[in-house]
């Protein structure tokens, strides 16, 4: 298992060892232990989630507030996503500054997504199934977002006209949205 860092922090890549033979393959998606010690996470997950979407669904960009703000642990069972983390910690040197990664059956990636970033992916494949650890539990009123095509984040989809969902089309832009997150 590998874990990669990036330029924001917080955000790593987990690139599990997968055992392939002609039987099919294991892999190991998440170790308490080995998180902690190889990727520095320390995150107590409470709630597993499961979505299904077809091509052209984009999701995003959502967040839970404090006190009910969640950490993710992300990874796509079947299908592909294009994956996106924008940083909405006020004072952070990234504040406002994104990150993706595509996520896949066939790389059997996995993303974590601390609180104090927006989320979103856009599903590339026919139909994906995406599954998340989240560290704490949903809650209506904590839930926010950003518009997904905020042209002061200027995330790079591949898309311009995605299926969103009604409340989707109506997050907030970058400039009206005050975080509730510090570093």
């Known amino acids: 298992m ?4 990036f330029g924001i922090e917080g955000l790593v890549l987990i690139k599990p060892a997968v055992f392939e033979d002609a039987r099919g393959f294991f892999l ?8 902690k ?6 995150s107590e997950f409470v709630q597993d989630n499961h979505s299904r979407s077809s091509k052209g669904v984009l999701r995003g960009l959502h967040f839970q507030s404090p006190p009910f703000a969640q950490d993710k642990l992300l990874r796509v069972v079947s299908g592909e996503v294009l994956d996106v983390a924008v940083d909405i910690r006020k004072n952070s040197p990234t504040y406002g500054k994104w990150h993706s990664v595509v996520l896949s059956e066939k790389n059997k990636n996995i993303f974590f997504v601390p609180q104090g970033f927006a989320h979103g992916f856009l599903v590339l494949s026919e139909t994906c199934d995406f599954e998340y650890k989240v560290s704490n539990y949903y809650s209506k009123e904590s839930e926010g977002g950003v518009m997904w095509n905020d042209p002061d984040l200027a995330v790079e989809w591949g898309i311009n ?3 969103v969902s ?8 970058f400039k009206e949205f005050d975080s509730p997150f510090t570093r």
Not at 2 to 5: A, L, R, V
Not at 28 to 35: A, I, M, P, Q, V
Not at 166 to 173: F, P
């Open 161 to 163: 006209d995605p299926i």
């Open 166 to 173: 009604e409340k989707d089309s109506q997050n907030l832009s």
């Open 37 to 42: 010690e190889e990727g520095g996470i320390d």
């Open 2 to 5: 590998q874990f990669e860092k």
């Open 28 to 35: 190991e998606t998440y170790s308490k232990k080995r998180f």
